[in-house]
């Protein structure tokens, strides 16, 4: 018999079942580690533990003492912005960065082959993804791939029947942005198919957004047109049934996405931590957070209102992050399996907000977000700045 103890490819159960002709059901069970466990064939001999296909990407990555990272559009990784990012994290403490490869409208930020499926939502932002990636593994600067998930323009517009639509056309919102619907399979596969092309890229993290329905959906969630898929006929109130089809999706991905070796994060509003769930874009903090290894809620001080007790918050950028923290670190004190914290911190100005309302953000307010996290237990962060310029001179370790 070949001897398939020392085989260097991983074999299946289907392919051991080829060297001994079949097997019972009752013969075969499955460990707790994924892994098929052979008691016995036909007295044959065999593996105890036949290990899962597990796909390797040729990049070996350490994750770092602790995730200090920035976002990155396709068009800076992709272009002149790089070398001064990775110079950054040579010069500082940062050591992740958090790549677009699905963005904000829906489009791939590099062209894939033409054969895939997913060519036609390819843009030339980011030529040679390896060659980049294989820059960062040099440099040992953690990769994280960003996938927008349910806010996609591009494909509500090929396919309105995977979209909202009102008075025969794709929704959009005040924006001008459309979103696909998270009720219905396709969509997750779609998205998920394009996590696993990242993951073969050699990204370490997938982090996936707009993991939700859009932003006031409760007031016309009887207004728009849509499917529900299988959760049509769930005995659920449709805020509920909107909480379990985005808490479905993360789980369904995550585990789409275990042969692949990489981490799952996912991005959510940082007030979702403040209540039970939010009803209209059906996330719900903790149910999310039972199946990724790493949460990142959104925590820029403009982004909120009144809260905590902070009027202004954009002008208190320390004590905002201060209450948040023990707000988050309470709930997930409260799960059994706990995922890392790497909050989205600002790191840019938000003017918008009116005189009075804002205040110029640098290396202040910087190192006082990161403080409030670090004394808070939470050690890891992600900076924020839309154009990818960040402040210069931060120190970004200001607690041991």
């Known amino acids: 018999m070949v001897n398939i103890f020392k085989a260097s490819v991983v074999l299946t159960l289907s392919t051991i079942l080829l060297y001994t002709g079949g097997a019972n059901a009752e013969e075969i069970r499955t460990s707790s580690e994924h892994t098929t466990k052979v008691v016995s064939l036909e007295n044959k001999l065999l593996p105890e533990e036949v290990p899962r296909f597990m796909f390797d990407?040729?990049?070996t990555f350490n994750?770092?003492?602790?995730?200090?990272?920035?976002?990155?559009?396709?068009?800076s990784f992709g272009g002149g912005r790089f070398e001064k990012l990775v110079k950054l994290m040579d010069d500082?403490?940062?050591?992740?960065?958090?790549?677009?490869?699905?963005?904000?409208?829906?489009?791939?930020?590099?062209?894939?082959?033409?054969?895939?499926?997913?060519?036609?939502?390819?843009?030339?932002?980011?030529?040679?993804?390896?060659?980049?990636?294989k820059v960062l593994e040099e440099h040992q600067i953690y990769p994280i791939a960003r996938v927008v998930v349910f806010k996609d323009s591009v494909w509500s517009k090929e396919r309105p029947d995977l979209s909202f639509t009102e008075n025969g056309q794709v929704w959009k919102n005040g924006r001008g942005e459309?979103?696909?619907n998270p009720f219905l399979k396709e969509v997750w596969d779609h998205n998920v198919n394009i996590a696993i092309e990242a993951a073969k890229l050699g990204f370490q993290e997938i982090q996936f957004d707009y993991v939700r329905f859009p932003e006031g959906f409760e007031k016309r969630d009887e207004e728009l047109g849509y499917g529900m898929g299988e959760y049509k006929d769930l005995p659920l109130e449709n805020v509920q049934k909107r909480v379990k089809a985005v808490t479905d999706f993360v789980a369904y991905a995550k585990e789409q996405l275990e042969p692949y070796n990489v981490k799952v994060s996912v991005d959510i509003f940082g007030y979702t931590a403040t209540l039970p769930e939010a009803p209209g874009i059906g996330q719900n903090f903790s149910k999310i957070s039972e199946h990724v290894d790493v949460i990142s809620s959104m925590i820029y001080p403009s982004h909120w209102t009144s809260y905590f007790g902070i009027a202004k918050p954009d002008?208190?950028?320390?004590?905002?992050?201060?209450?948040?923290?023990?707000?988050?670190?309470?709930?997930?004190?409260?799960?059994?399996?706990?995922?890392?914290?790497?909050?989205?911190?600002?790191?840019?100005?938000?003017?918008?907000?009116?005189?009075?309302?804002?205040?110029?953000?640098?290396?202040?307010?910087?190192?006082?977000?990161?403080?409030?996290?670090?004394?808070?237990?939470?050690?890891?962060?992600l900076l924020w700045n839309a154009g990818n310029t960040y402040t210069t001179n931060v120190d970004y370790t200001p607690v041991d």
Request: aromatic fraction near 12%.
């Open 315 to 381: 002008l208190e950028p320390y004590k905002l992050v201060t209450e948040y923290a023990k707000v988050e670190n309470k709930k997930l004190l409260e799960l059994e399996n706990p995922p890392i914290s790497r909050p989205w911190i600002q790191d840019f100005t938000a003017s918008y907000l009116g005189s009075g309302n804002y205040i110029k953000y640098g290396k202040e307010e910087v190192e006082a977000q990161i403080r409030a996290l670090n004394e808070n237990g939470i050690k890891e962060f």
């Open 92 to 133: 500082t403490e940062l050591n992740a960065m958090v790549v677009d490869i699905k963005d904000d409208w829906g489009h791939l930020t590099y062209v894939p082959e033409e054969t895939s499926p997913l060519y036609s939502i390819g843009k030339p932002y980011i030529k040679n993804v390896r060659e980049k990636v």
């Open 178 to 180: 459309s979103f696909v």
């Open 63 to 75: 994750y770092p003492d602790a995730i200090r990272g920035v976002y990155v559009t396709g068009h």
């Open 57 to 59: 990407s040729g990049f």
